[in-house]
């Protein structure tokens, strides 16, 4: 098996590195100077502990990967990039290839299977930072986070297993779970402080606002009969491995980092605004999560840093 990894960020690059470290064969998919350092000098690993450097196999595009019929794509980058990688996969993957979407948000599996019929959900509990080319740095060790899985929409088979199975030799907790949507609905719920992060600063705890945002996730769940795990699920499988500070989101997360960055882009529209679509289509009123998302695009496209408003400045705008 190969394990061709789309998007080497932060949870990409680190399942990549462990993979590569252990053995496996690995292929990133980079762009820009992320490829450009990778590719001279190597993929920089940073954990608690030591560092280390991967000569990991990198192409600029996914056109330039040689697919084969032992390939596993693991989709690890942000959701609103998910459409064109799958597009792209599509005109040179083959149809049967896995694919495994270590992503937040619940929207990606459902377009990887417009284009793929063997669809894994990875639910991505791996605290982890990307913040210069080459450079990931992991903030737990020796395990490195949970990556449980399962097939989409729901079950278990040879390939979920396997892919479990190496996870799990990589250095990760890793679970073949039938249900595994029932658990990336509880991670989206605790996803809807990421924007929250993004806008205020990692060090701004917004706890009002949060409990505000997880109360309309909650709300629309219930009104679309959508199950999710409990909070007792939840800190059981985390255990003391990947703790829930308050708030529910981890410092320096995946939006904090897209905006500290300055990518231009967010990926708010499939967390809070999963919420908000979900409120619109079954009648149940979501202004926090509205709030969110639009200022969170907005800063977003203007590259406005982490720390430009406090809660209060947002808790003035919802209606």
């Known amino acids: 098996m190969r394990w061709v990894i789309i998007g080497a960020g932060a949870v990409g690059g680190l399942i990549g590195a462990r993979l590569f470290e252990r053995g496996a064969d690995v292929m990133l998919v980079a762009r ?15 954990y608690p502990e030591t560092t280390t450097t991967c000569r990991v196999p990198v192409a600029n595009q996914i056109s330039s990967v040689a697919f ?55 639910c991505v509990m791996c ?30 088979d040879v390939t979920a297993t396997q892919l479990a199975t190496g996870l799990s030799t990589a250095g990760f907790l890793s679970e073949a779970k039938p ?28 706890r009002t606002l949060y409990n505000l945002a997880y109360r309309e996730g909650v709300a629309c769940l219930d009104a679309a009969a959508i199950p999710y795990a409990t909070d007792r699920e939840d800190a059981l499988r ?9 708030g529910g989101k981890p410092r320096g997360g995946s939006s904090w980092q897209s905006m500290t960055r300055g990518t231009g882009n967010i990926e708010a529209d499939y967390l809070n605004g999963e919420i908000v679509l979900l409120g619109r289509r079954h009648a149940v009123a979501t202004p926090v999560n ?30």
């Not at 942000?78 to 948000?105: E, V, Y």
């Not at 450079?135 to 986070?145: E, L």
């Not at 969110?292 to 695009?297: G, T, V």
């Open 127 to 156: 605290p982890a930072t990307h913040l210069e080319p080459g450079v990931i740095r992991a903030h737990r060790a020796p395990i490195a986070g949970i990556l449980d899985l399962g097939r989409y929409p729901s079950g278990v």
């Open 290 to 319: 509205d709030v969110l998302q639009r200022l969170a695009n907005q800063l977003a496209a203007t590259r406005t840093p982490p720390g430009s408003m406090t809660e209060d400045d947002i808790l003035a705008l919802v209606s």
């Open 32 to 46: 820009g100077d992320h490829f450009q350092t990778i590719d001279a000098a190597g993929l920089r690993v940073e």
């Open 68 to 122: 084969g019929p032992d390939d596993v794509v693991v989709l690890a980058t942000k959701s609103q990039q998910s459409a064109d990688a799958l597009a792209a996969l599509s005109l040179d993957a083959p149809s049967n290839t896995p694919i495994a979407c270590a992503q937040n948000g619940v929207e990606n599996e459902r377009l990887a299977l417009r284009r793929f019929p063997n669809v894994y959900g990875v």
């Open 238 to 246: 985390r255990g003391d491995l990947v703790p829930r500070p308050p």
């Open 179 to 206: 249900d595994i949507m029932r658990w990336k609905y509880k991670k989206l719920l605790l996803n809807l402080g990421n924007a929250i992060e993004a806008i205020c600063g990692p060090e701004h705890r917004a």
